[in-house]
């Protein structure tokens, strides 16, 4: 063996290997179990759609001049990637800590910003990954238009990174299920089905469209939908700012907690 070979590898200011490796396990966990991941989602979304339409007559409303169902879908699949890109940072995360294995995850030569980033771009490759499918299903039952797809792609990457560095905290935060469950309970979900999801928040009485300007997911979904339809509640300046502001202020705090090793190392 030559003396090449036993010399200890150098790290530049970033572990790209390890990165790499370590976006391949985040990613790997939900690949290999895509029925529940991936599919069972999908599957959510479809049957949520078909109650709006069928069950609840959504097929004979409109929203201003826009289909209540082509206005009903970018929501709905935006909702999909939201709590799917929660969910899998979040049980990582929780996961690794109740069975003990966190250290595995601490011991390598990976810095607090590469676990950060590589938990967020899991998380927000299965966000991706839900929204994509979710799209592809829907198309058999409603035309989806592509009215603006820079935002489209804005909004997807931005929309599963903000829920996905939420796991990230809900996770390092959590010491059981229980704990990560009213994270999701109390907090994702009010958050999202209160955005915008079903409605436009133009129907809301005055101070429940102001509090609904508030919620960063209104954003969100709004500008995701007007990425299909061309139509928005908000102004989408400031969604683009909001989301890019929320998203910096989570991913410092991600960083911080994970650098300090709060609920982590002890």
């Known amino acids: 063996m030559s003396a090449d070979t036993l010399a200890p590898r150098e790290i530049g200011a970033v572990n790209w290997l390890g990165l790499r490796v370590f976006i391949g396990k985040e990613t790997g966990r939900f690949l290999k179990v895509y029925a529940q991941t991936v599919i069972a989602p999908v599957m959510t979304t479809l049957l949520f759609y078909i109650v709006f339409a069928f069950a609840l007559g959504g097929a004979q409303r409109t929203i201003g001049d826009i289909p209540y169902l082509a206005f009903l879908a970018p929501g709905l699949v935006m909702m999909s990637m939201a709590q799917n890109a929660f969910a899998n940072t979040s049980s990582s995360i929780v996961i690794s800590k109740i069975q003990g ?29 839900v929204g994509l499918v979710s799209i592809l299903c829907l198309m058999p039952f409603t035309h989806i238009e592509f009215a603006h797809p820079l935002y489209i792609l804005y909004y997807a990457f931005m929309g599963s990174m ?15 299920f229980d704990h990560l469950a009213a994270v999701q309970n109390f907090i994702v979900m009010p958050a999202t089905f209160l955005s915008g999801t079903f409605y436009t928040a133009d129907k809301l009485p005055e101070g429940w469209r102001f509090l609904a300007h508030l919620n960063p997911f209104f954003y969100m979904i709004d500008g995701f939908r007007y990425g299909f339809i061309g139509v928005s509640d908000g102004t989408l300046g400031t969604g683009l700012i909001v989301l890019a502001v929320v998203n910096a202020a989570l991913l410092w705090l991600s960083y911080h907690l994970i650098s300090i090793g709060y609920k982590l190392k002890s």
């Open 162 to 176: 903000l829920l996905a560095l939420m796991g990230v905290v809900g996770g390092v935060w959590s010491e059981k």
């Open 101 to 129: 294995n966190i250290v595995d995850v601490l011991m390598p030569p990976l810095s607090a910003f590469e676990l950060t980033a590589g938990y967020t771009i899991g998380g927000v490759a299965r966000g991706l990954v």
